[in-house]
């Protein structure tokens, strides 16, 4: 009976332990599964786009406690509260940039944004009441408003001039839309879908195709503006509009905007997708340069972020193998020692790393990174960071104490889709920046400036890109738009730091030409202490004549400050004029050359620039060395210039033929080559001394250079050397050939052999 009673215990015992067994197999089914549904819930709940329900629940518990995420919701809601007591105007639109009406409804669109991150994070519903308001008021007027009034733009807005700011406006608008949807009843999202954010999207995109299906950093904002809003109203069409635009869209292969450029793609692409594989070479580097980079980058981001935080399999981070985050990093390098970046193209001067855009892309650039701590830097000095998780993210990671220096390097970034449309250098040592530019045209935005150069010490401007002709947003200059100046002057040739031929612009002036051609790269080398090299050859800025420019950032113990060695070789098949112009900053020192001086300011010439120059000086060169002295900032500068007596020198000043003041009068040193039919210009520029006006004592304000020669030239090597005020001879000698850095080469230059391997050779 025993042993019948442990048995049937036994059939119990497993019997129940089979049934627990059981259980627990269906509960852990039942888990993942509530598990899976609630993940799938969370990720398609509001707020989703920016900020999103788990970023908001974190951020609440870190409140008080992250230092400059804290400062950065005061700022806020001191702004927004401003606002708000000021009441909501949503003026009937009638300005161009500056003006009130446009300004009105700029600030607008960042209220929409703000007031909305402030009701997720401080949970007060007088923010989502603000959000709810201003959008009702625009949905009540949209339908009715009829394109702006000003008729400048190809693709006019209806609150703006353009439908450029009015996708601005839809990108900040969708999220302050996101974080108050939960807010409001479905009657009244249904009514502002139907109404005001449908309406908005097909205006831009469908009825604008000119302007939304192109690749532009225009159409980026249109491609974010329309995917942002698709996002919160979960809109598959209007999604798939924005990553890959229209199909069919009726656009005139030859049509052209504003600036010039063609709207319609060789390739027919258009779209976000195609805007991120185009502009950008693998590098990083954008196409149109830093300035408009900068301000694409803000769509790009926080598009790039919504899909990655509503859309994760599309992945679109990993694009183009992360060329997004690459971008980042190839901007924040294209800045000088104060974080201005360089005025490539048409570029706004002062515009920097300080700017909300870059707030944007260093945030969102440090938490899908892999969390770069040099970024924490860049954040440190920005002080402030986005309201959301990834500001959230770097001011963690500030308070915690990670953050590294940003440290910036010579680097060379590419241009072109596939990084085989020229690109860009910069050439660093110390605190002296060489910039060369060896690009492609660089869309409509783009100058006519190939091999150009502009140097930098510790952030001032030594040798100058103009930059833009524009004051941006300032109504009484043009409504704030780009002045006629821009293309007779800032594009054109005459106004870089390169070569020009017969007073004609590179590629005639002309977009069609421009934009069918690129620079070369011939080699660079930034593994070298004492030296850092970079050369590039054009062939087709003037038909039948071949540009080769090479530039060397040497370092010499016997000076005070790396100098710059700058080699422009130039081969024709007819006799043409030359003109190389360095335009500087400052007071002329000395020269040691004769010139005078007009007592009547005339132009140097009549057209592609040349009108806008004023002769302020004239005369013939020496046989051997100008050399060229003046002084900016508190430091000294000296341009050394290899040149014969046949040769031209003019001082010039930028203004002529500028009624409306719209240009900077700013000097510049030119040299000219009369009747040449090959030529090489070889300076050496360096900066040196100090002046103190507080102690009235000027220190080492002379040049150090002796003399510069060239004592070896053909096609296949040009050689130079560079004799010191010691009598210390440093030789240069560049391959103009065979510039692989695997190839032998032996030279004999009066008695002296020279032996190297590489590009180049320096000792």
Known sequence: MKRVTLIKKSVISVCLSFLLLGLMFSCKIQNETSYKKEAATHLGSHPKLIITKAGVEQIRKELGHIPIFDASVQIA?????????????????????????????????????????????????????????????????????????????????????????????????????????????????????????????????????????RVHNHSTWGNAAVGMIALVMGDDDLLHRALYGIENDGIDADAKDNDGGYIKNEDGKAGFLANLEEPFSPDGYYTEGPYYQRYAMYPFLIFSEA???????????????????????????????????????????????????????????????????????????????????????????????????????????????????????????????????YAAQGLSHGHYDKLSFSMYETGEEILQDYGLARFVNIEQKGGGNYLKENKTWAKQSIAHNTLIQNEESHFQGKYDIGSQHHSVLNFYDFNNDRIKVVSAHETNAYPGTVLNRTMALIRDANFEKPYVLDIMAVTSNQTNQYDFPYYYFGQVMET???????????????????????????????????????????????????????????????GAHDPDFNLRKEPGFMLRKNEAKDALFVSVIESHGSYSPVSENAVNSHSHIAEVKVIYNDNQYTAIAIKDIQGNIKTFIVCNSKVSGKEQHELVINGDTFQWTGAYYFN
């Not at 161009?96 to 960042?110: A, D, I, L, V």
């Not at 949209?142 to 609150?159: C, E, F, I, M, N």
């Not at 010439?605 to 020496?622: D, R, S």
Request: overall charge negative; aromatic content about 12%; glycine content about 8%.
């Open 592 to 654: 040691n050359f004769e010139y005078t001086t007009p007592e009547i300011l005339k132009p140097l010439g009549t057209k592609n620039g040349y009108q806008h120059l004023f002769v302020e000086g004239h005369g013939k060169a020496n046989n051997g060395n100008v050399k060229f002295s003046w002084y900016h900032a508190g430091r000294f500068h000296t341009l050394t210039t290899v040149t014969n007596a046949q040769d031209d020198i003019y001082f010039t000043r930028i």
């Open 307 to 437: 899909l990655n935080n509503v859309k994760p399999e599309l992945k679109i981070f990993e694009h183009k193998n992360g060329v997004i985050l690459k971008a980042v990093n190839a901007l924040l390098n294209l800045s000088d020692a104060d974080g201005d970046f360089f005025p490539l193209n048409d570029g706004q001067k002062g515009m920097s790393y300080y700017s909300k855009e870059l707030v944007t892309a260093v945030d969102i650039a440090y938490l899908h990174g892999l969390k770069n701590p040099e970024l924490l830097s860049i954040a440190e000095k920005q002080n402030r960071v986005l309201l959301d998780d990834s500001g959230l993210a770097v001011a963690l990671g500030i308070k915690e104490g990670v953050a590294k220096p940003f440290e910036k390097k010579s680097v060379n970034f590419s241009d072109g889709p596939q990084g085989k449309q020229g690109g860009v250098a910069v050439l660093r040592d110390g605190d002296v920046e060489v910039v060369f530019k």
């Open 77 to 213: 809601k001191e702004e927004v509260d401003a606002e708000m007591a000021l009441g909501i105007d949503t003026p009937i639109p009638k300005d161009f940039s500056g003006g009130y009406t446009h300004e009105r409804h700029k600030r607008n669109f960042f209220m929409l944004e703000k007031a909305g991150l402030l009701y997720q994070i401080l949970n007060d519903e007088k923010y989502a009441k603000y959000v709810k308001d201003m959008l009702f008021q625009y949905e009540a007027m949209y339908k009715d408003l009829p394109v702006h009034p000003q008729t400048r733009s190809y693709a006019r807005g209806k609150l703006f001039w353009q439908c450029l700011n009015d996708s601005n406006w839809l990108v900040y608008a969708s999220q302050g839309y996101d974080c108050i949807y939960d807010y409001l009843s479905a009657e009244e999202r249904a009514q502002l879908e139907n109404n005001l954010f449908r309406p908005f999207a097909d205006f831009i995109s469908i009825e604008n195709p000119q302007f939304y299906n």
